[in-house]
């Protein structure tokens, strides 16, 4: 079975502090997709990235950096020099291929970020 | 707005009451998901259709529960004999089968049996 963990329910943190939100996640697939989804709080979730298994590397956007490592099955999120903008739930969600889509996603309970001014 | 719609917005509905919610998925996309979201919780995947095929359904989705995109377009979803457990944000989102495939939400219907 697949799993997902956000440890940390809520992270309160002062505008322009840099912030990382923690996943750790659980697969016996060997080939599969993980993902950022932001949620504010309108409720519609925004798609931020979608990283397959196979490519390691960093990604660097803007304000926005992920650090995937398969050796300890974490893909973690980082926004540089935080804005009140960014205030939302964060979720990290992993894929399940079998079913032929890569969008039958397992979520983590989500991490609320507050940027206070 | 050419975004992926859902409606109505908020549903309130006595225990033992049936309801149906629509999803307008993104014009051209092909696959149409439903998921629900509980308070304090991440979505969870309920099923998902390929045009109007319905492809895959979570064990999550009771005989209670149904689902339909007869036309490859908009889906129901319909919920008889409501419980409180039911009550929900139930979300809709769509994608483009391809090798860039990225999954669009809409804002949901939340739902409140009473």
């Known amino acids: 079975a697949q799993k997902v963990t956000q440890a940390q329910t809520e992270i309160s943190v002062v505008e322009k502090e840099d912030v990382t939100l923690d996943c750790v996640y659980e697969?016996?697939?060997?080939?599969?997709?993980l993902f950022w989804y932001k949620q504010p709080p309108s409720g519609e979730l925004v798609f931020l990235i979608r990283?397959?298994?196979?490519?390691?590397q960093n990604e660097i956007s803007g304000r926005y950096s992920w650090n995937f490592q398969k050796s300890t099955s974490s893909f973690n999120f980082t926004i540089t020099a935080s804005q009140v903008v960014d205030s939302a739930v964060y979720f990290c969600a992993l894929s399940d291929i079998s079913g032929g889509s890569n969008y039958k996603l397992t979520f983590g309970k989500g991490t609320l970020l507050t940027v206070n001014p | 707005d050419t975004g992926v719609s859902q409606d109505p917005r908020h549903k309130i509905t006595k225990r033992g009451q049936n309801v149906t919610f629509r999803c307008d998925p993104i014009s051209e996309h092909n696959r149409l998901y439903w998921y629900r979201q509980t308070l304090g919780q991440g979505p969870e995947f309920l099923t998902y259709f390929q045009n109007e095929a319905q492809l895959e359904k979570s064990r999550l989705l009771s005989d209670r529960f149904s689902a339909e995109r007869p036309k490859g377009s908009f889906s129901t979803l319909e919920i008889q004999r409501t419980e409180q457990g039911d009550s929900a944000m139930y979300l809709c989102?769509?994608?483009?089968?391809?090798?860039?495939?990225?999954?669009?939400f809409g804002s949901g219907t939340q739902l409140s049996v009473l």
């Open positions: 697969t016996r697939d060997t080939t599969y997709y």
């Open positions: 989102a769509s994608s483009l089968h391809s090798t860039n495939e990225k999954l669009f």
């Open positions: 990283r397959n298994s196979f490519d390691e």
